[in-house]
T-cell receptor
Framework: AQSVTQPDIHITVSEGASLELRCNYS??????LFWYVQSPGQGLQLLLK??????LVQGIKGFEAEFKRSQSSFNLRKPSVHWSDAAEYFC??????????FGAGTILRVKS | DAGVIQSPRHEVTEMGQEVTLRCKPI?????LFWYRQTMMRGLELLIY????????DSGMPEDRFSAKMPNASFSTLKIQPSEPRDSAVYFC????????????FGPGTRLTVL
């Protein structure tokens, strides 16, 4: 079965520091991958997606992610974090039956 | 453009009562999804519709839960009777084409069953 692992439940970074959130997936075929962000009390908003082509994907709010097939990873990065980036981040893969399978999420805290 | 609309935003009810959550998807989207989010289980897909037809309801926890989509612009998720363990945030999402396209999420309904 398809699965997504986000190994870090919480991450704290200083404002202005770089950020990398890890995501590993399990899926036999070519995956369709997504990163979503959820601010407190809000629904999920798409940051970026990967279907094919260039393995480095640019998204909104200065985020990017790199697809590495050999490592089954799709890590999210940002070179300089802003306090407004504090939120919960979800990695997801489209699995069997075209259903999105979400990871458990990573809560990002930003300290000033 | 209006996004996915959910109502109510908050619902507090007593155990045993019927609860109905409502969702209006984005116009032109033909797939609609109901999710439940809890601290313990994270985001779970309950059911999804394609062109108003239920495609996969394997995530519906038990017979107390039911969902309908009578037309392309409206869906309901009903819990009858409700139990405290149903307390969660319920999200509705819609997309134009299942699988390849972004799912747009509503703001959610926070349900508390006392």
């Amino acid at each position: 079965a398809q699965s997504v692992t986000q190994p870090d439940i919480h991450i704290t970074v200083s404002e202005g520091a770089s950020l990398e959130l890890r995501c590993n997936y399990s899926y036999g075929a070519t995956p369709y991958l997504f990163w979503y962000v959820q601010s407190p009390g809000q629904g999920l908003q798409l940051l970026l997606k990967y279907f094919s082509g260039d393995t480095l994907v640019q998204g909104i709010k200065g985020f990017e992610a790199e697809f590495k097939r050999s490592q089954s990873s799709f890590n999210l990065r940002k070179p300089s974090v802003h306090w407004s980036d504090a939120a919960e981040y979800f990695c997801a893969v489209v699995g069997y039956g075209n259903k999105l399978v979400f990871g458990a999420g990573t809560i990002l805290r930003v300290k000033s | 453009d209006a996004g996915v609309i959910q109502s109510p935003r908050h619902e507090v009810t007593e155990m045993g009562q019927e609860v109905t959550l409502r969702c209006k998807p984005i116009s032109g989207h033909n797939s609609l999804f109901w999710y439940r989010q809890t601290m313990m289980r994270g985001l779970e897909l309950l059911i999804y519709f394609n062109n108003n037809v239920p495609i996969d309801d394997s995530g519906m926890p038990e017979d107390r839960f039911s969902a309908k989509m009578p037309n392309a612009s409206f869906s309901t998720l009903k819990i009858q009777p409700s139990e405290p363990r149903d307390s969660a945030v319920y999200f509705c999402a819609s997309t134009r084409e299942t699988g390849r396209n972004e799912q747009f999420f509503g703001p959610g309904t926070r349900l508390t069953v006392l």
